[in-house]
C-alpha cells in the first residue's frame, strides 16, 4: 500500500509537495499542482528496462583515455552553426518551439542529409505514416534510409529500434510518447521525465544521435518539468512570429559548443530556407531619411547581427505618458529615456514613447543602448539619423558612454554592410584598428553622441 500513495508535483518545475496548494513555493507559477501517485511522479521503472554498464570504481582523470567527439554535418548550415559546427554522434538534442513554429519542418529537412551516412528512424505520434510521407513528398526529404513509424508506446518504440539499428532516432514529440511501466497520462511529469531518461541511456549506450521535439507552454519555456532541460546535451529554441515568414534558432544549451548562437530561417511553401547573412536581412526595407530609427551591432554568440531600432515619440495627451517596447527590454528602454532627458536636455518626460526592434529580435544585451537613445532623440527632434552610421555602446546612469565585448568583431561587421561611420565608446578606441572606408567616432557621454550624429546644419 505503501507504494501507491499520492504525492503532489508541480508540473513546470517538478517540485515535489505534501499537499496541494495554490502557488508552487519553488517556481512561483500558479495552479500547477497536481496528484500523481508516488511511485510515478518519482519515475521509478520496472525490472528489464533499459540500462547501460556503469563503472564499478573510480580512475584518475589522468588515467582516462581522450576520444575526440565525432561530428557529421547535418545538410543545414544554419542548424550546424547553432550545434557548434555540426551534430555530435551519441547525443541527445532538445528541439523545443510553439505549435506550427516548424519544428518538424526542419527535422525533416535534415533526414535527406543525413540519410546519406545511415538510417534514420522517425517517429511521430501526432500523425500518421501517411501524413508523414506527404509531408516527406512536400519537403523533396523521400529516401530509402529513412523510416517512419506512428506511435506513443515507448516499449514499442524500442523494439522498432532494436530491429532497424538506425544511427538517428527523431521523436516527435516527446509529450505524445509514453511508458506502459507508469501508471499517469502521456505529457505528465512522470512520462515526460521517464521517457527522456531512457532515450539518454539509448543514445549513450548505443551511440545513437537522437532528437526530441518538445512543445512549450504559455510562458514560453519548454513544457514539462526543468530536469527535462538537464538531462539532454542541447536545447535548441526555435522562435518567431507565426505570421511572419522569419524563424530563429537559438541555442539555450550545448555540451558541446557555444550557447546563444543563433541560426536565421524563413518559411517558404518548400520549406526553411537558410538566411547565411541576417544583417542583411534585417536591413533590407530600411526607410531612407526617416527619424526615429537607429542600427545597432549585437553579438548572438559569436556572431555579429546588426538591427534596426525604431523610436516613435509623440506628445502625450494624458497625464502618465505611455511607454511600450517590442523586443527590447521594457525597464531598460524606460531607464534610457530618463537618462536621456537628465543628461541630453530633451523633454521626453511628456512625450508617449514607443520602441521596436525590427525583424522579431530581442536585443538583451547593452551594446544596444546607444542606438536605442540616438533613435529615441532622432524621433523627438524629428530629425532623421544618416544612412551610413550605427551606434555602439552601453549607456550608464550618467550618461556616459561604456565599452562593450567584442568591439573590433562588430566594427567590421559594420564596415562589411557598407556603413561609412560608426560611433563607439571613447574609452581604448585607440586600440582599435578601423576597416577601410570607415570612420570611427568616439564619444565619452550622450551630449557627445548627439553632437555627432545631429551636427548644426
Not at 516499449?155 to 538506425?166: F, I, K
Amino acid at each position: 500500500m505503501k507504494a501507491n500513495k499520492t504525492a503532489f508535483y508541480c508540473t513546470d518545475c517538478g517540485n515535489e509537495l505534501s499537499r496541494w496548494a495554490g502557488k508552487c513555493p519553488a517556481c512561483g507559477a500558479w495552479n500547477t499542482i497536481v496528484e500523481q501517485p508516488k511511485r510515478a511522479a518519482a519515475g521509478e521503472r520496472k525490472s528489464g528496462s533499459v540500462r547501460f554498464d556503469l563503472p564499478r570504481k573510480a580512475s584518475p582523470v589522468t588515467a582516462l583515455r581522450q576520444e575526440s567527439e565525432v561530428r557529421f554535418p547535418s545538410g543545414i548550415g544554419e542548424l550546424d552553426r547553432v550545434l557548434g559546427g555540426g551534430i555530435v554522434k551519441g547525443s541527445l538534442i532538445l528541439v523545443g518551439g510553439a505549435p506550427g513554429i516548424g519544428k518538424s519542418t526542419l527535422m525533416l529537412q535534415i533526414c535527406s542529409q543525413l540519410c546519406q551516412g545511415g538510417k534514420v528512424l522517425y517517429v511521430s505520434g501526432e500523425e500518421s505514416e501517411y501524413q508523414l510521407k506527404l509531408r516527406c513528398q512536400r519537403l523533396r526529404a523521400e529516401s530509402e534510409n529513412l523510416y517512419v513509424l506512428s506511435e506513443t508506446r515507448l516499449s514499442d518504440l524500442l523494439e522498432v529500434v532494436d530491429a532497424e539499428e538506425p544511427e538517428v532516432l527523431i521523436v516527435d514529440s516527446i509529450q505524445t510518447l509514453s511508458d506502459d511501466a507508469l501508471d499517469s497520462a502521456a505529457g505528465s511529469i512522470a512520462q515526460v521525465k521517464s521517457c527522456t531518461l531512457t532515450l539518454m541511456e539509448l543514445a549513450k549506450r548505443r551511440g545513437i544521435t537522437v532528437f526530441v521535439i518538445g512543445h512549450i507552454n504559455k510562458e514560453g519555456a519548454i513544457a514539462g518539468p526543468k530536469v527535462l532541460e538537464h538531462m539532454v546535451d542541447c536545447v535548441l529554441s526555435f522562435e518567431g512570429d507565426r505570421h511572419t515568414a522569419y524563424r530563429i534558432l537559438r541555442s539555450a544549451k550545448n555540451r558541446f559548443g557555444a550557447t546563444n548562437e543563433i541560426g536565421v530561417f524563413e518559411m517558404r511553401g518548400d520549406g526553411l530556407a537558410e538566411i547565411p547573412n541576417p544583417s542583411e536581412m534585417l536591413l533590407s526595407e530600411r526607410p531612407e531619411d526617416a527619424p526615429g530609427t537607429c542600427v545597432a551591432c549585437v553579438m548572438e554568440g559569436m556572431r555579429p547581427v546588426l538591427a534596426e531600432i525604431q523610436a516613435l515619440v509623440v506628445p502625450s495627451s494624458y497625464g502618465t505618458p505611455r511607454r511600450t517596447s517590442n523586443g527590447f527590454d521594457y525597464n531598460r528602454s524606460a531607464m534610457l529615456m530618463a537618462v536621456l532627458e537628465k543628461r541630453g536636455g530633451l523633454k521626453v518626460s511628456a512625450c508617449d514613447a514607443y520602441l521596436n526592434i525590427i525583424g522579431g529580435l530581442t536585443l538583451d544585451e547593452p551594446a544596444a543602448d546607444l542606438a536605442a537613445v540616438v533613435a529615441v532623440a532622432s524621433s523627438y527632434l524629428d530629425k532623421p539619423v544618416p544612412r551610413d552610421l550605427a551606434a555602439i555602446g552601453e549607456v550608464g546612469l550618467t550618461g556616459e558612454i561604456r565599452s562593450v565585448n567584442q568591439l573590433e568583431n562588430r566594427i567590421s561587421e559594420v564596415a562589411r554592410l557598407g556603413f561609412r561611420r560608426c560611433l563607439i565608446p571613447k574609452y581604448r578606441h585607440s586600440e582599435l584598428r578601423a576597416p577601410a572606408d570607415l570612420t570611427l567616432i568616439p564619444v565619452g557621454n550622450i551630449g557627445d553622441a548627439l553632437r555627432g550624429v545631429f551636427r548644426p546644419e
